[in-house]
DNA sequence: TGAGGCTATGTCACATCTGACATATATTCC
DNA sequence: GGAATATATGTCAGATGTGACATAGCCTCA
């Protein structure tokens, strides 16, 4: 399992260096980064389907477009605050946010 | 309604100055403070649920006590990060934590 | 070709969050 | 009474996240 679900990470940028760092995690901290990409990628098709560009979603979000870039790419240097605020400033609701918590996304396409 | 909910925002610490600094959060910053709340709130639950302390769940968490009653008060401190970060340490599954952002909590008792 | 819109990625000064600590209150036991 | 345990609240130096900016890669249209 590890090396596909790592190389996700990585490519995310989860400055994941080592097997042994990936092993480091903390259940808690790894379900988080899980629950952060399920939530990066509900704000991207949530911004797609209002029409917005990321430019114009940061402009609501009063960010920045490499800002929500990042948090669509689930970049590890966003918080989820910012994420769950981005959703819904892209018009998501509470709903749209449990539904997209209670789906677990499917790790890389193989 | 406003001055109802206010009070629960001020109570939770969430320095709420004035009516009009209040009325300045944007939907979507509002929107979460309700959110951290929901969370807030099911991380105590699971937390008791599971019969530990506050200081064992900061143990579990690599955190402090303080910072968990802060996170389970709804501190306006306390990132989303580490309210589900907490919650998975006491845990909770996703399915818990979709659950608990689905049901809007009431908002105090009137 | 090139101009214009959208997205990705790196950097940085500044803002916010963090764990740790001190301390207060409440409750339960002896 | 007082010892032990649980929780609440304030503070702070150091860690982490932030918006802004620069810049690059893609497309599309003329």
Redesign the pocket.
Known sequence: MDAKKRRMLE???WHVGSTAEFLDLTPEESALIDLKLSLGHLV?TT??RAK????????R?????????????G?????????V?AAFAAGAKRTDVANAIRKKRRVAAG
Chains 1, 2 share one sequence.
């Open positions: 490519a995310a940028g991207r911004r797609q917005l560009s990321q430019h114009g979603l940061a402009d979000l009063h960010s920045s477009q490499s800002r929500v870039a990042k948090l669509e790419a970049d590890a240097t966003v918080s989820l605050d910012l994420i605020k």
